[in-house]
């Protein structure tokens, strides 16, 4: 079925399919890797923290409760590669910030041309993550939505667009995944000259082009959370490491236990329900003979 086939091609639909941001920096990590060892450059000092006998470091971002900051800086620059990156400049005109500006100020001439630095997205995001106090799951979401936007509408993130369509899978993921949704006039406090009207007719479009396909199953998010880990180890983007404290350490210790008791639980039960099994099957083989 040909259908299915794209749909298992489609890194937001499927979580087999490799994520598009992933396969976009890939071309930049070889280059790198090369460069270093042509020229044979050190890799600098070893800024990431390692455990030892006297200190345990713990890295707190994790799937279930992804650092903000980290995830973020991840995010925004999963996009500076797929700008980079991109095959072509193919845009739809609700997107072009020059025909719907996000802002009075004139829009540069070369708009269309000049990539944005990885500074200016994450700038970006996080200034609207942290106005509109939204939670790192939805940063994921967002990323989730984008590139399921560049598959089903056949288009590319670039200079003309990149803004508009972030900021439409922010507002898109802001809805469905937090509790609290941030509704489109917030946004106008935050970003001052857009207007409601103009944000209405941008959130139509995307879900039209989405087909308005919102569900992100939990092996996807799981994806694509693992590879925005692996994205940050190859371009030293370290998370935050804390080292394990005497409080934390008691915690985690009374965490194991309540699991260890749990299993024990289980597993004592299915051994009842086996042995009451046996029974049932013994009883019956003795009335068949007797019988």
């Known amino acids: 079925d040909p259908e ?3 749909q298992e091609a489609n890194p937001s639909d499927h979580p087999r399919a490799s994520t598009l941001f992933l396969n976009k920096s ?13 020229n044979h450059c050190s890799p600098g000092l070893l ?3 390692y455990s030892s006998c006297s200190t345990i470091f713990l890295d707190n971002s994790t799937v279930s409760q992804p650092n903000l900051k980290s995830t973020i800086k991840c995010v925004a620059l999963a996009i500076y590669y797929h700008i980079k990156n991109r095959d072509s400049n193919r845009t739809l005109e609700i997107f072009d910030e020059k025909k719907h500006p996000l802002s009075r100020e004139k829009v540069p001439d070369d708009y269309a ?13 996080r200034t609207l993550f942290s106005s509109a106090q939204l939670t790192t799951e939805c940063a994921i979401v967002t990323l989730v939505y984008l590139e399921r936007l560049l598959t089903y509408a056949e288009m590319d993130i670039c200079p ?21 949704a941030v509704w489109n006039v917030d946004y106008c406090q935050i970003l001052k000259d857009i207007t409601v009207e103009d944000m209405n007719e941008m959130e139509r479009h995307f879900l039209e082009l989405l087909q308005f396909n919102i569900n992100v199953p ?17 371009n030293n ?3 935050p490491l804390e080292p394990l404290s005497n409080k934390r350490a008691k915690k985690l210790e009374a965490i194991s236990r309540l699991c260890e008791d749990r299993y024990k639980d ?6 009842r329900k086996s042995v009451s099994v046996d029974n049932l099957v013994g009883i019956k083989n003795s009335q068949a003979v007797l019988s």
């Not at 890939?26 to 042509?38: A, F, G, I, L």
């Not at 041309?113 to 990885?118: F, K, L, Q, T």
């Not at 369509?165 to 809805?175: D, E």
């Not at 289980?266 to 051994?271: E, P, Q, R």
């Open 237 to 239: 983007l370290s998370f």
């Open 266 to 271: 289980l597993h004592k039960s299915a051994l």
């Open 47 to 49: 800024t990431k923290k």
């Open 218 to 234: 939990a092996s996807v998010y799981a994806k694509y959370y693992f590879d925005l880990r692996y994205l940050a180890d190859d």
């Open 160 to 180: 003309c667009n990149w803004k508009r369509i972030v900021l439409g899978a922010i507002l898109l993921a802001s809805k469905v995944w937090d509790d609290q």
């Open 113 to 125: 041309v000049v990539d944005p630095e990885h500074k200016l997205i994450y700038h970006f995001i």
């Open 4 to 6: 299915k086939l794209a």
């Open 26 to 38: 890939q071309t930049d990590v070889r280059e790198k890797r090369k460069s270093n060892y042509m």
